[in-house]
């Protein structure tokens, strides 16, 4: 039997055949060299180029006031990547990449500038509404209205109507954009519009946006009570548009809104406690009893803080990540394997970058634990460790119709006689994450602050991924999970985890009993007035082990 490590090619020869069509690059070449002035300063704009940015911007600087050089060359820059990015000719990623260019070359230009009254092109108070911790989409509209001419004061996050109003006054912005991702921040929106109803203030513009928003609700339900102008962004290009238009127009022609209904009813209706979903009328799903119970690992409460985090990263979801969070979109002229390839040999390197950065920063910890349940109709009973006593009850919506679905189904009901078992988690990569991202966008490193934010909340999502495994092997039926990964990304394995203010679950409220029975706040957890988990990368379960436990929507 031959020796399989002998080399049976000469290694050299091997090589030259590999790089027989790779011409070489001559490095000394300057790309800038051809290039005017203005072009220059161009290319560094919408080509993202740091590289003797401070040098090109002092030879401009021999013919163009630093104000010139900024509203007449570099804003056109990024007018060009706005346009870029719209068609699809640029990802996310670089369009922050040229806004960090943008800043750096007004930061290298300001000292040499006098305060010019009126040479802003607007301004805009930024703010998350009351209750909601999620600032990631206001961010990224601050990075791009900043850089591209407009005054931004971003108040940040749970930001009060009372506070909004006051700073937009103090600051003396022209207009108001509010931000929010929970469905419940779409009506702190609505009663936000109210009020500047009742206190006279409709002369202030309002844009909208987040990810429970839609345009309709927008355009239709909040332009119909709101006396002033309101309009809705789906993204931080389409609030540049509106801005460009807000800010310019005159009093013979101002932005127009639709006009609005003399009465109307608000149709956008929260999916929570909607009492047509909780009625039970004795019509439940054709969900039948699991098989077995599995035998309850312990009764309460335990907690873990140390994991390996280069483990944990394996069970991040990359769909996710890179197509999600980072917004990489597949061009149209791209099919999904070109893409594919495309982002394995340019967005993974950054992936594994980010790991090793990010490694001491993430402080992974979880609390879990099971308890005795029953189920009573829609709602569903936590007993007490003598598997009797209630402890408390959640009620869980159910479908109206179809296959008439509720989360109680899957467990055993009172009128059994048997006893059941209900998993908890709740997990978190902690703050430090938060502080982190946080200082790298006001050091003005955007495309960094992307990143690592995306990076958090996927690090969180894998560790829930991976502590539902291992759940799932202590329930006794871990065994049968598949191996590959991708597949636990698809939920193909026994039961699943469900997570409030989600289709199933849509409740945020019950996040409350949650957070009662595992209590967190030992490794950092705690929740807002708005029952939402804070720090933001941490995220909660109610783990069921029913075989036809899948995900639905309760709609």
Known sequence: MPDEREV????????????ENVKAVDTSVDPFAELSAEDRLKKHIIEGIKKSLDAHLDDALKTYEPLAIINDILLDGMKTVGE???????????????????????????????????????????????????????????????????????????????????????????????????VKSTLVMRDNLL???????????VILGGAALTRGYVEEDLRSIYNGRVFYAQ?????????????????????????????????HRLPDRDPELYVFDGTKSAIEPAETVPDIPFYGVKKRTDFDIFELYQYINPVALFRGQWQYKKPEDLTNPQFTAWLEENVRPIFVRKQRELANIMKPAVKWGYFYCQSEGNDLIILQEDAKSERCRFQFPRQRD???????????????????VVGFSIVTVGGEVSEHERNQFADGD??????????????????????????????GFGHNDPEDKRLLFAARYQGSRYSFGYPACPNLEDQ??????????????KLSEEFMLEPEQSTS???????????????
């Open 8 to 19: 049976i090619y000469d290694p050299l020869i091997e090589l030259m055949a590999r790089f």
């Open 84 to 182: 870029l990015f719209g068609a699809g000719k640029m990802q996310l990623p670089f369009v922050l990449q040229s806004a960090e260019v943008m800043k750096a070359a007004v930061r290298h230009l300001e000292p040499l500038m006098e305060k010019v009254e009126g040479s802003e092109k607007g301004s805009i108070l930024l703010a998350t509404v009351a209750g909601d911790v999620h600032d990631i989409g206001k961010n990224l509209v601050d990075i791009i209205l900043s850089n591209n001419g407009y005054r931004v004061v971003n108040i940040g996050i749970k930001q009060p109507i009372n506070n909004i109003l006051s700073e937009a006054e103090v600051n003396n912005c022209q207009v108001i954009g509010l931000s929010g991702l929970l």
């Open 195 to 205: 009020e500047m109803n009742a206190r006279n203030l409709q002369h202030y513009p």
């Open 235 to 267: 993204d931080a290009f389409e609030g540049l548009h509106l801005m460009g238009e807000l800010c310019s127009e005159t009093a013979e022609n101002p932005v127009k809104a639709e006009p609005k209904a003399q009465v109307r009813v608000l149709s």
């Open 402 to 420: 179809g296959k008439r679905l509720c989360l109680s189904d899957f467990f055993r009901s009172t009128e059994s006689g048997e006893v059941d």
């Open 446 to 475: 955007f495309q960094e602050y992307l990143y690592t934010h995306g990076m958090g909340v996927e690090t969180a999502e894998a560790l829930a991924e991976y502590w539902h495994k291992s759940m799932r092997h202590e329930m």
């Open 512 to 525: 409350s009993m949650l957070m009662e029975l595992l209590q967190p706040e030992d490794i950092g957890i």
């Open 541 to 555: 379960a109610i783990i069921v082990h029913h075989p036809a436990a899948k995900y639905f929507n309760i709609k």
